[in-house]
């Protein structure tokens, strides 16, 4: 089962609100990441955790805050965003998170910011 | 240059036709490759690994060519379903999975 899900399918929100998106995975996945992906663009990168720490920071601003608060559970915190963080945000999990692992995605979050 | 590249498209194709997509990738060290496929409005879903010895699964077929720094994706006797967008990706470093701006099939009757 190569399961990873989110919650909620779609969020609107304002620029002044708080929300957070979920993420779950029970694979048994240690690494597990979040990808931010445009309209007709690929997923690009945001953070990875790999054993419940975060190891990668593609330099995304701190609006955006990340929380592992167990190997199966991901959640990315929004705090005063702009209309152009409207995306759809993706989680995917993998094994380990080394250089061979094989990353599956999560069904994502349709994000607008009005 | 960019760091993973793909032929946008679309490629417009009869059912029933063979159709070929390559990636080129700029980093000589990276270490994994993947075809993924992403429907409208939905996640990307793995298709398949790509290996030095090339692999197979029914009517697709995957190769990495390390010298020339580039994968395949070759799709024979095209469905209707196969119609997507197909992303490559690509492992440069540790856990960092760079995906390619994605190729879109359309399979015509």
């Known amino acids: 089962d190569t399961e990873v899900t989110q919650t909620p399918k779609h969020l609107v929100m304002g620029m002044t609100n708080k929300k957070s998106l979920k993420c779950e995975q029970h694979?048994?996945?240690?690494?597990m990441y979040w990808y931010k992906q445009k309209a007709k663009k690929p997923p690009e990168l945001m953070f990875v955790?790999?054993?419940?720490?975060?190891?990668i920071n593609e330099s995304v601003p701190s609006r955006f805050s990340p929380e592992c608060p167990n190997s199966s559970l991901l959640n990315l915190h929004l705090h005063a965003l702009q209309p152009e963080d409207s995306a759809l945000y993706l989680c995917?999990?993998?094994?380990?998170?080394?250089?061979?692992?094989?990353?599956?995605f999560g069904p994502g979050t349709r994000l607008t910011v009005l | 240059r960019k760091e993973v590249e793909q032929d946008p498209g679309p490629f417009n194709v009869p059912e029933g036709a063979t159709v070929a997509f390559n990636c080129t990738y700029s980093?000589?060290?990276?270490?994994?490759f993947f075809w993924y496929r992403q429907d409208c409005r939905k996640e990307p879903k793995l298709l398949m690994s790509?290996?030095?010895s090339g692999n197979e699964d029914g009517r697709f077929t995957a190769q990495l060519n390390r010298a020339s720094q580039y994968i395949s994706l070759l799709i024979r006797d095209s469905k209707l379903s196969d119609s997507a967008t197909y992303l490559c990706?690509?492992?440069?470093?540790?856990?960092?999975?760079?995906f390619g701006g994605g190729t879109r099939l359309m399979v015509k009757p």
């Open positions: 995917a999990s993998s094994q380990e998170g080394g250089g061979m692992d094989t990353q599956y």
């Open positions: 694979m048994g996945h240690r690494a």
């Open positions: 955790y790999s054993y419940e720490k975060l190891s």
């Open positions: 980093n000589s060290a990276s270490q994994s």
């Open positions: 790509v290996y030095s």
């Open positions: 990706a690509v492992n440069l470093a540790g856990n960092m999975l760079t």
